[in-house]
């Protein structure tokens, strides 16, 4: 199974760059977002229906290919409409309010699986219907979708040379994995440890509360960006997250978790447009999409993916209080971080 996992993730921290840059080069979205709803639906049937180990293997490979890809796609797809828009004098839109969007469909798809008596326990043939069912519905969206490209994406494919990824990005990177690395005890444990240790079968209700927590500071999201900037928004979200973590240590109770999961709209809801921000500021619009893999996958996806693992070697030997609380840590090394180098960033 750990092996399995490892597999999913490392696929979702290099595939997605891999498609991203062909994404680039293409100038266009849709086609690559198309083709993680293929390999979404591909991966379901052998994945249920022939449970070997070297099938299941590749099947959530396909998965993560497809799963883990949609996101930077989708962000540089928003970043590039709103730009669009506005250099046509058509108006513009800002990413928060459309990310909000997104949330709202997790709250409605949290509480609708939860109403499910006994859901989690599906055998997989209905869990993978589900997920069928949701990606067909996504990849019919794309017909009605524009499909802007970046500008410089047509200079790119009429030979220009793309310009360099700027140091201060890979810098930033640094911060924004530091961050995530201090966010995967809670991505990754908290839904157990609310189980386990508290007895309590509230996990999709808590998880919709926390979606809902981000909903307000997304749609006020650009407003906090453009007075401080991306990074110190960033630093904001690290220090939210040191201040959760410590909750959820010290006050191992329903009010606790409850508390904790309202600074989410902190820790995700101000983070996830700074960061997007972060990168449409400092990486080349004819690289927009490999920047958007570069900060899902190496920014977030493998930082989860370390902590994780080791997390599940804490859990075992010292539980969930002392996963939460030695955390901290990563956190405030991201803060420390910044605060060397924030002349940079300006």
């Known amino acids: 199974m750990g092996l399995v996992l490892g597999l999913f993730e490392l696929t979702g921290v290099l595939g997605p760059l891999i498609i991203s840059r062909r994404a680039d080069r293409m100038g266009r979205t849709r086609p690559a977002l198309a083709f993680c709803a293929l390999a979404v639906l591909a991966s379901l049937p052998p994945l249920v229906m022939a449970p070997r180990p070297a099938v299941t293997v590749l099947s959530c490979a396909l998965l993560a290919l497809g799963l883990k890809t949609l996101l ?27 990310r909000a969007i997104g949330s709202f469909g997790f709250i409605a798809m949290a509480l609708g699986l939860q109403a ?17 069912g949701t990606t067909v519905a996504y990849a019919l969206s794309l017909f009605v979708l524009p499909d802007p490209g970046p500008r410089a994406s047509k200079q790119l494919r009429e030979g220009a040379a793309a310009r360099r990824l700027d140091p201060v990005f890979f810098l930033g990177l640094a911060i924004i994995g ?34 809902c927590s981000e909903i307000p500071l997304m749609i006020l999201s650009a407003r906090f960006i453009r007075r401080l900037g991306p990074m110190p928004v960033i630093a904001i979200s690290g220090l939210s997250i ?73 859990v075992e030997r010292f539980g969930y209080r002392i996963l939460f609380a030695s ?20």
């Not at 930077?72 to 459309?98: C, F, I, Q």
């Not at 966010?183 to 979606?211: C, K, Q, R, T």
Request: glycine share 12%; proline share 6%.
């Open 72 to 98: 930077p796609l989708m962000d540089t797809a928003a970043v590039n409409l709103g730009e669009s828009l506005k250099a046509e004098g058509r108006g513009s839109w800002d990413y928060g309010k459309l």
């Open 327 to 346: 955390y901290i840590l990563f956190a405030v090394a991201s803060l420390a971080l910044y605060l060397r180098a924030r002349r940079r960033f300006d």
């Open 116 to 132: 499910i008596p006994g859901f989690d326990r599906s055998p997989p043939s209905r869990i993978a219907l589900w997920l069928a």
């Open 178 to 211: 530091l961050n995530r690395l201090a966010m995967a005890p809670i991505s990754s444990f908290l839904s157990l440890f609310v189980v386990e240790d508290l007895h309590w079968d509230a996990v999709g209700g808590l998880w919709a509360l926390s979606a």
């Open 242 to 314: 040191a201040l959760r973590l410590g909750i959820y240590a010290a006050f191992p109770s329903h009010g606790g978790v409850i508390v904790g999961q309202l600074l989410h709209s902190l820790c995700y809801g101000l983070f996830q447009p700074a960061a997007v921000a972060f990168v449409a500021l400092r990486v080349p619009p004819e690289r927009r999409a490999e920047g958007m893999a570069a900060l899902i996958g190496l920014g977030i996806g493998l930082p989860t993916f370390l902590g994780s693992s080791l997390g599940g070697l804490m």
